[in-house]
């Protein structure tokens, strides 16, 4: 049994990530909060795809409406484009949309002008619908992968335009086999302190 009744996943997850070495001090910043009557969409790749099922346990938690989409590898333009998007914006009617995107783009070719007003579409797009587009920055990325190398000018013209932007590269959140993606303990820990943030 738990000691505190108030003590709910969000925050149990969260301590889990603290105590695994994130002892990060969140500055306050602005950003929009979650109320009762919330309904969140998630799109992104395959970090989206690995916070999409915990940020899906915790809306369950606090009966919050939830639906999310991820496509691994995929981009900032990918998501501009995207017909599934549109399509939930308009009949699921999210107040916040949380994106995790970027990495892909961080590790293309792309100049980051072009993945930065692909990023403003997406967000123009969201905010459209009287949403709230949410940036979940990548966490601190290895200087290449896949033999090719990290393109931080990317990720700072990403973070430029974003409405609302979470920073995670400051985070130590435990990865993988593969030193990129995070564990499932990393995951829930990560996605936890999101949901804390906006909560």
């Known amino acids: 049994m738990l000691p505190y009744p108030h003590m709910d996943r969000r925050w149990i997850l969260g301590g889990v990530l603290l105590a ?6 969140r500055t306050i910043s602005e950003r929009p909060r ?10 992104g790749d395959s970090f989206g795809k690995g916070l999409g099922r915990h940020f899906q346990a915790l809306a369950i938690d606090e009966s919050t409406p939830f639906i999310g989409a991820a496509v691994p590898g995929s981009s900032c333009a990918h998501w501009a484009a995207s017909n599934w998007l549109l399509e939930k914006l308009e009949s699921f ?4 949309v949380l994106i995790s995107l970027g990495t892909a783009d ?10 930065a007003g692909a990023a403003d579409e997406i967000s123009e797009l ?3 619908h009287e949403a709230h587009a949410i940036w979940i920055g990548s966490p601190n990325l290895p200087n290449s992968f896949g033999n090719k190398p990290l393109q931080t000018e ?3 013209a990403l973070k430029s335009v974003a409405p609302y932007y979470y920073e995670s590269s400051d ?3 435990p990865r993988g086999p593969d030193g990129f ?5 990393g995951y829930a820990g990560w996605a936890a302190m999101i949901w804390n943030w906006l909560s």
């Open 154 to 156: 990317t990720l700072l």
């Open 171 to 173: 985070l130590d959140i």
């Open 20 to 25: 695994g070495g994130v002892g990060v001090a």
């Open 93 to 96: 009617e999210p107040t916040h």
């Open 106 to 115: 961080a590790y293309s070719e792309e100049l980051p002008e072009a993945v």
């Open 34 to 43: 979650l109320e009762d009557d919330s309904r969140v969409l998630l799109i």
């Open 126 to 128: 969201i905010e459209e």
């Open 181 to 185: 993606h995070p564990t499932a303990i």
